[in-house]
């Protein structure tokens, strides 16, 4: 059975080139598009600092968004056969059980026999 996990932060090291990564902050730093970053509730900045930019808003940045898709893509099913608590508890999946065809509500008990097989990309 796959370990629990407590942390469900990982760093792929080199998922991205570093000349891809500096140009994506160059962009974004010369970007008009750039907001305070919003909460809930909106602009709260006793809750939350930043300077957000939305790629999926504006054409010019699809050719980095869907690099940053690929890539994240690419990692996703390593990370979430390691964290497979990420699956179970946000997103209540139900998949087809490999064996009986039936549709499967997914488990932390259950994942290594219904979730683990399951080709993910």
Not at 10 to 36: K, M, Y
Not at 94 to 101: A, I, R, Y
Request: overall charge negative.
């Amino acid at each position: 059975m796959t370990e629990p996990t407590t942390d469900f932060i990982q760093v792929v090291d080199g998922a991205l080139s570093a000349p891809f990564c500096q140009a994506l902050i160059d962009a974004f730093e010369a970007s008009p598009h750039r907001v305070a970053g919003q909460t809930g509730a909106g602009v709260d900045e006793s809750k939350k600092i930043s300077t957000d930019l939305y790629l999926n808003q504006h054409p010019e940045w699809r050719p980095a968004l869907q690099e940053i898709q690929k890539a994240t893509t690419l990692h996703l099913a390593e990370y979430f056969k390691r964290h497979h608590f990420a699956l179970i508890a946000p997103m209540a999946l139900t998949v087809q059980h490999p064996e009986t065809g039936e549709p499967t509500a997914l488990t932390h008990d259950n994942f290594d026999t219904v979730g683990a097989p399951r080709p993910w990309t």
